[in-house]
């Protein structure tokens, strides 16, 4: 029977856009280091603050909003406060309505990831909650980011 090859950390190379996220205090647990769950959390940070940033996402009036649908992580090092912590994102595929957004973290100036996933958007309608193409503005964003 095949296994598929165990996941391994990336060089900062692999991500197309860079994001950093300074940790808190609070991040960390009992056993001193960042808890799991709080690796979603940059996740979500560092795709939409890109999108924000870039003019195609607009979180308050919007018409047109993205929904998580699955989402892994990796881990491979462990990341504390005090530390910055470097996201890289990038677009794995792009389909009609959905994304697949991959990012990295990496400790502050490492090479190779601490940790590593993915999430799916699925982009739908506000309103009704239904999917949507994605809008052609959107579009360009996540291509130069593929």
Request: proline letters at 7%.
């Given at each position: 029977?095949?296994?598929?090859?165990?996941?391994?950390?990336?060089?900062?190379?692999?991500?197309?856009?860079?994001?950093?996220?300074?940790?808190?205090?609070?991040?960390?647990?009992?056993?001193?280091?960042?808890?799991?769950?709080?690796?979603?959390?940059?996740?979500?940070?560092?795709?939409?603050?890109?999108?924000?940033?870039?003019?195609?996402?607009?979180?308050?009036?919007?018409?047109?909003?993205?929904?998580?649908?699955?989402?892994?992580?990796?881990?491979?090092?462990?990341?504390?406060?005090?530390?910055?912590?470097e996201a890289g994102i990038r677009v794995a595929r792009l389909g009609g309505s959905s994304v697949r957004y991959e990012v990295g973290l990496f400790a502050a100036d490492a090479p190779l990831t601490a940790a590593k996933g993915h999430?799916?958007?699925?982009?739908?309608?506000?309103?009704?909650?239904?999917?949507?193409?994605?809008?052609?503005?959107?579009?360009?964003?996540?291509?130069?980011?593929?």
């Amino acid at each position: 029977m095949n296994t598929p090859d165990r996941p391994q950390a990336e060089p900062r190379d692999a991500y197309r856009a860079f994001r950093t996220i300074t940790t808190r205090w609070m991040d960390n647990d009992q056993y001193g280091h960042v808890n799991n769950v709080v690796y979603y959390s940059w996740f979500d940070t560092a795709v939409n603050a890109h999108l924000i940033e870039q003019g195609v996402l607009d979180t308050a009036a919007g018409t047109v909003i993205g929904f998580v649908v699955e989402t892994q992580c990796h881990y491979f090092a462990p990341l504390a406060f005090p530390q910055d912590v470097e996201a890289g994102i990038r677009v794995a595929r792009l389909g009609g309505s959905s994304v697949r957004y991959e990012v990295g973290l990496f400790a502050a100036d490492a090479p190779l990831t601490a940790a590593k996933g993915h999430f799916v958007h699925v982009y739908v309608d506000r309103a009704t909650q239904r999917p949507v193409p994605l809008p052609a503005p959107l579009r360009a964003v996540l291509e130069r980011l593929q």
